[in-house]
């Protein structure tokens, strides 16, 4: 490692998760390579790495980058297109039939890259995607530097990636042994839901997961209409299904749970169920409202995610975190609930070890990942700070970013995309653009 | 008027809200003076007014300044001081005993200065604010010329400000005769609520608000604790109570309204009551749900207010309607309950209704007051935009507001106050924070 790849970060503020509650001040986080060397007051630190450049964060709070759990990154082309709609009207006919003309290897490198820039400048240093094309998407997400995991999509219908659940499922593997080893992407098995795998599709699922010791992400209990046909089809609620198949386990990243009985909840916990909580998503589309109270209290790990654009309209996760801690106190009726200092875990640890990846990212310790996020407080809506954390969490959003390092490397300097190309990403944006809008034309 | 008063806005749209679901493309907006002039086809503009300097906002996306209908200005100087905590315990234990260490007329002149600062730069032009030295607030609205309803507070209890309730009334009286026909500032009767005024005081603020045709502005049915400890106390409901006095009336503008049974919400649609709808506040403070769904179809009029920034933790109107919206949908289980363009409305239209002033302000009209908001849709956020409206409700936040005006003067440009001296501003807001920590170390 050289002296020229370490750097001094020396923020007024650094909150590292890890441990617990902990707010440095006067403190100084040490970048060597891709990773964290030390967090040590500022001035040992210009001591002991006497060469090394230092960004100077006054007024900066720096965290753990944040992990955002679930979402379809590429519909950020979409964004917008059909708000204010039901579910299933939106879905069927906007979002499926605009897909159905339009989606390709490019639609989801183009897209995948603007979600990624987005997200970097919202302090987003790591995402869980799932759509069509996973190599397009994993190309996307390695050109600009961005953490992922790229899902494989498994659907029972034909689409203009794959044929049917076998195609999906022998596509996925060639994917996944494309990116072995790979410094920024992991990939899981990801099942769009129980109304779109069969049981056979679910089981060849849990085996290859099994021997290759992937997760499987699936949009779970989302609307109380998926537990009514399924209950009208096979006389099971999907969970119920999923468990006889043997899905429901420690590798299950299960989405959305806006649908759940306690005993459902139990099964949960027992099994070491993951769980996304996409509140504005299920807030908008109407879909429910997720137990996380109870979830938490159960002791299962909750994470947060955007969902897709489509569905939000941004990928914004200060704004996200937010509306699940109002969310969860109004509906619990715990003003408690979802405290500002479990909102920052939920942001990044939470999502870290969602993924499976807690031993190298989600927080600022000595050996992990440089993934780092700074937020500028000092803009007048913040003033005065008694708790940084508080501001960050109650009033901060995606454009008080103000520098992002992923593995090591800057990313956002003053709010601004450093490695990115953001002129092709916004000129391919306006192309795609004018294609859904002369397709809608045409409708 | 003289020509150099008269200035042209050319955004790339412009959303006047009246009339009603209109977006312009092409067009600029004239100001002459304090007034709007004109909104015509940017040729015309450029022809009909040769020599008015012309501001050119590519991207952006022209409003009516955003309106807050309830909030407590001063109290920005307490913004996340004891966060994730009970409404009663947040109020008993940490705001009120701060307020009566601290409050008097340099506090509110203070924190008003600061918490309009942040609201213009966030694109509100106008707010509705009750607290305690209506004279010091009034004179930080006009000396930061931001346009408000400053309420005369009513509470049986003495204070910093004054002795009891006829104090309060005798008071707020005068403050009243100060501010007449001033060109920012109105006046409204702010009995703090049902517990915490008396019969007699309600029945002096309705024979006065009546006399001199005065709005009265009242936190109402806030938690189900403040309904249930008044029937324990009077055997009737908050609203019964001042439905026998003679409150419940096209003059009352009230606050909150978590709990309420149909019939209530009945009674308010017959006597044509305002309502403030503070979602964020509520949220947090596990306070309850407002029923905006069942309000709007009884053809009230909600509008939208932040309440303090100690309770939510900003005065961000775009994030507050956003949640207005988000949670109307979930709760109502209605994915199309307050669209996009009916949140517009809440933000702009309807809250110059809540106030009266809708004669004068809340859309872009010739004629109407030149209070007037940019925001900047460039940013990589926003993109693809299929539906400018879309993105200002559901993805922009304070931080994208470029250029505000209000009375035809710009007091924000390019995102920086240009009228406020918000050096003296942060100075004074650190010098509380200061004494606001001490008293904390001394508790």
Chains 1, 2 share one sequence.
């Not at 986080?29 to 500022?42: D, H, M, N, Q, S």
């Not at 001591?47 to 759990?69: K, R, S």
């Not at 820039?117 to 987003?124: C, K, P, V, Y």
């Not at 509140?279 to 109270?293: D, F, H, I, R, Y």
Request: glycine share 6%; with cysteine.
């Amino acid at each position: 490692m050289t002296r020229s790849s370490t750097q001094i970060l020396s923020p007024t503020w650094i909150a590292p998760v890890v441990p617990k509650d902990v707010l440095l001040l006067g403190h100084s986080l040490v970048i060597e390579g891709e990773r964290i060397a030390a967090i040590l007051p500022t001035a040992e630190a210009q001591q002991h790495y006497p060469d090394a450049p230092e960004v100077l964060l006054p007024e900066h709070l720096v965290t753990p980058g944040f992990v955002n759990v679930h979402g379809h990154a590429a519909m950020a082309l979409l964004r917008g297109i059909a708000d204010d709609r039901e579910m299933m009207d939106w879905l069927t006919n906007w979002i499926w039939p605009i897909e159905g003309e339009l989606v390709n290897e490019q639609f989801v490198y183009d897209g995948t890259r603007l979600a990624a820039l987005e997200m970097m400048m919202g302090g987003t240093t790591c995402a869980a995607d799932t759509y069509f094309f996973p190599e397009s998407a994993g190309r996307a997400f390695t050109d600009m530097q961005f953490r992922a995991q790229v899902g494989m999509p498994v659907l029972k219908f034909g689409n203009a990636w794959a044929r049917n659940e076998e195609d999906h499922i022998h596509k996925g593997l060639a994917f996944r042994d494309s990116i072995k080893n790979h410094s920024l992407l992991t990939t899981a098995f990801a099942p769009h839901s129980p109304y779109t795998v069969s049981d056979q599709g679910f089981e060849r699922i849990r085996l290859y997961a099994e021997q290759l010791d992937l997760p499987i992400h699936l949009h779970l209990h989302e609307t109380a209409t998926e537990i009514s046909e399924a209950l009208q089809e096979s006389g099971m609620r999907p969970i119920e299904r999923l468990h006889k198949i043997g899905i429901v386990s420690p590798a299950l990243q299960a989405v959305h749970m806006t649908q759940l009985r306690d005993d459902e909840i139990q099964l949960m916990a027992t099994n070491g169920v993951q769980i996304a909580h996409c509140p504005e998503s299920n807030m908008k589309l109407a879909s429910g409202l997720c137990p996380v109270q109870k979830l938490r209290s159960a002791g299962i790990n909750v994470a947060v995610g955007t969902d897709g654009a489509a569905s939000n309209n941004d990928l914004d996760m200060l704004q996200e975190v937010r509306s699940a801690s109002l969310l969860s106190k109004v509906t619990s009726g715990d003003a408690t609930s979802l405290s500002a200092a479990q909102s920052l875990e939920s942001l990044t640890i939470n999502g870290a070890r969602y993924l499976g990846l807690d031993e190298h990212i989600g927080s600022l310790e000595p050996g992990k990942l440089a993934d780092i996020t700074s937020i500028d407080l000092s803009h007048p809506a913040f003033q005065p700070i008694y708790h940084p954390v508080s501001q960050l969490i109650y009033t901060a959003s995606a454009r008080d970013v103000s520098h992002v390092w992923i593995n090591g490397k800057p990313v956002v300097e003053q709010g601004k995309p450093v490695s990115a190309d953001s002129d092709s990403i916004l000129a391919a944006t306006r192309e795609w653009q004018l294609r859904v809008q002369s397709i809608q034309a045409n409708q």
